[in-house]
């Protein structure tokens, strides 16, 4: 019925951490596990497959306690010697991207090299453009006559 069994176990073959404090992550895909000995170690596990995915190596004391965000990626641990840590995620995306989807970033400057009728006026195509404007508003709008579009 309601009876819990045990699904997967954690640890650190190599090392053979012990653990202080243990939580899952907001959506509990990953397990995480702070370290109790010197080295404040914290080991982010999958969960399904039970891997180690990556450890966040900070000072040297020990773990007390953790907390996963439930919204963002962020980890929290505490110290033993009175020290609450925050870890992060470093976001590096390009946001650039979303004004322009061929927008690509460069690493250093370079020059441009302008062709030479690229900037240039086109004089007729100028006064044809201006002579479109001025018929467009010299157009008389007729706001009263209902015409059925079929």
Not at 5 to 26: E, P, Y
Not at 28 to 39: E, F, L, P, R
Not at 128 to 141: A, C, G, M, T, W
Request: proline share 1%.
């Amino acid at each position: 019925d309601g009876e819990l069994i045990l699904a997967k176990t954690f640890r650190d073959i190599v090392n053979t951490t012990r653990w202080n404090r243990a939580c899952f992550s907001g959506n509990a895909d990953y397990v995480v596990g702070g370290s109790s000995g010197v080295g404040h170690k914290i080991y982010i596990w999958n969960r399904q497959f039970g891997s180690i995915e990556q450890i966040l190596e900070g000072f040297n004391d020990c773990v007390t306690d953790i907390c996963w965000n439930s919204l963002r990626p962020m980890i929290s641990s505490c110290s033993s010697t009175g020290n609450v840590y925050v870890w992060d995620k470093l976001w590096t995306e390009n946001y650039w991207g979303c004004y322009a989807p061929d927008f690509t970033e460069l690493e250093d400057n370079i020059e441009y090299q302008e062709l030479e009728n690229e900037f240039d006026v086109d004089r007729e195509e100028e006064e044809q453009v201006k002579k479109h404007r001025l018929e467009d508003e010299n157009e008389i709008i007729d706001l009263r006559t209902i015409e059925r579009l079929l």
